[in-house]
């Protein structure tokens, strides 16, 4: 009962994890116009932090979400990426049947 019960936990810190990045980057989008925002600007380097902190404590598939979502937010396509996903931590990440059409992942 106890591993079902620590699963349980890790499951919901899991979810917890990824809505407050969500809700975060939301945020900056709206907020800080962090789309047409330059390289250097504060939001950006805010931006690029969270996201590496959150890829290295979500699991797989909320990693997979994490990335549909910036695929999605156009944050990871286009010429020149408003995030930059260099060093991130994309091990376990599931993209299969996924459009990452124009999306820029190392």
Do not use: C, H, W
């Amino acid at each position: 009962m106890k591993e079902r019960d620590l699963k349980i936990a890790n499951d919901r810190a899991n979810q917890e994890a990824l809505i407050a990045y969500f809700d975060q980057t939301a945020s900056l989008l709206f907020e800080y116009n962090l789309r047409t925002s330059q390289v250097g600007d504060e939001a950006r380097i805010v931006a690029r932090a969270r996201t590496l902190a959150a890829l290295r404590e979500l699991d797989g598939e909320r990693k997979s979400q994490l990335v549909k979502f910036l695929v999605e937010a156009e944050l990871i396509t286009g010429k020149t990426s408003v995030i930059k996903l260099s060093n991130a931590n994309l091990s376990n990440v599931d993209l299969r049947g996924r459009n990452l059409q124009g999306a820029i992942i190392p």
